[in-house]
Each structure stands twice: as C-alpha cells, then as structure tokens.
C-alpha cells in the first residue's frame, strides 16, 4: 500500500515562500552590485598583445621567438591567401629595385639555394611556409620585422594595429 503523505500546513507553505523570495531579492542585489563592478570587456583592436607571441586580426597566438612568429604568420597568409607567397615577391621586388644596394638574398624561394645562393651552410635556415615556397629565417630582426611590415602591406592588412608582436 501506498503510505498518503500529509499536505503541509499552508502557514508553513506561506513561511516557506517567503523566504525564498528573500533569498531571490538577495542573490538579486548581489548579482547587481557585482555586475556593476565589472570592467567592460576590452574590443579586439584594443586587446593588449600577449604577454610572449603576436595578435593577427584580434586573436592570439603563443610564439616564443620572432623567427617563429616569422614562420608562423607568413604560413598564416599563405593559407588565406595562395597567391600570397608570389604576391609578397613582386612587392619585395619592387622594394629592393628601389634600394641602391639591392640583396642578392631571395627571403623567399622555391628552393634553400635560391634563398641562400653560395652558402649552403644556410639552407638549414629555409622554412616551407606552403608548398613549393621557402621563407628564410636567417635574417636580422629588423629585417624579420621589415619583410612582416611589407607582408601585411602585401595582404591589406595595418601593421601594428591588425598584427602585433610581444616578443622578448
């Protein structure tokens, strides 16, 4: 047999809600004054860079080297962007025609020896960024950071507002 179990007395049904609504209209405040002192989330483009690594486009990435944030963006381009890589070379080659000095270096190539030509102790340095195209990293960091500026040129991108680098 099934035991009956006794309605509660409606005093205490009573009793029982209005506590619950005291407890409602507490965790209710509560709520209010903490969201009150909540700093507004920040926007994107004002998202501090990483601490270590570099902001494309507002996301974050960990690199702990400018070569492979180097590395990493330039094989980032190339995945949005195919024509990228042969992009990248027309305006490098447009820049170098305007130096006096022009490199004999390719920064990136199809193979080490174009990138390094007469110093094979170089080619280690060649980095496949996308098929059949090398970048090479055995440059000075301004030159890294040179070649990153003409890259988002090459891709419409701003530098040091839609690309960032935190790097030691």
Same mark, same amino acid.
Request: hydrophobic residues 45%; charged residues 15%.
């Given at each position: 047999?099934?035991?009956?179990?006794?309605?509660?007395?409606?005093?205490?049904?009573?009793?029982?809600?209005?506590?619950?609504?005291?407890?409602?209209?507490?965790?209710?405040?509560?709520?209010?004054?903490?969201?009150?002192?909540?700093? !507004?989330?920040?926007?994107?483009?004002?998202?501090?860079?990483?601490?270590?690594?570099?902001?494309?486009?507002?996301?974050?990435?960990?690199?702990?080297?400018?070569?492979?944030?180097?590395?990493?963006?330039?094989?980032?381009?190339?995945?949005?962007? +195919?024509?990228?890589?042969?992009?990248?070379?027309?305006?490098?080659?447009?820049?170098?025609?305007?130096?006096?000095?022009?490199?004999?270096?390719?920064?990136? !190539?199809?193979?080490?020896?174009?990138?390094?030509?007469?110093?094979?102790?170089?080619?280690?340095?060649?980095?496949?960024? !996308?098929?059949?195209?090398?970048?090479?990293?055995?440059?000075?960091?301004?030159?890294?950071?040179?070649?990153?500026?003409? !890259?988002?040129?090459?891709?419409?991108?701003?530098?040091?507002?839609?690309?960032?680098?935190?790097? +030691?």
């Amino acid at each position: 047999m099934h035991a009956l179990h006794p309605s509660p007395h409606p005093d205490d049904l009573h009793s029982s809600l209005a506590t619950l609504k005291a407890q409602l209209q507490q965790i209710t405040q509560t709520l209010a004054v903490l969201e009150q002192n909540l700093p !507004a989330p920040p926007q994107d483009n004002d998202a501090p860079p990483p601490a270590t690594g570099y902001t494309l486009l507002g996301t974050t990435y960990p690199v702990r080297t400018l070569s492979a944030a180097f590395v990493a963006i330039f094989r980032q381009f190339a995945l949005w962007d +195919p024509a990228f890589p042969v992009r990248f070379k027309q305006a490098l080659a447009a820049e170098l025609a305007k130096t006096k000095k022009p490199s004999k270096r390719g920064y990136l !190539a199809s193979t080490p020896q174009a990138l390094y030509p007469g110093a094979p102790q170089l080619w280690k340095h060649a980095q496949e960024i !996308a098929p059949g195209w090398l970048l090479g990293t055995n440059e000075s960091s301004a030159k890294k950071l040179a070649l990153l500026t003409l !890259a988002c040129q090459v891709m419409g991108l701003v530098w040091g507002k839609e690309l960032r680098l935190a790097l +030691p």
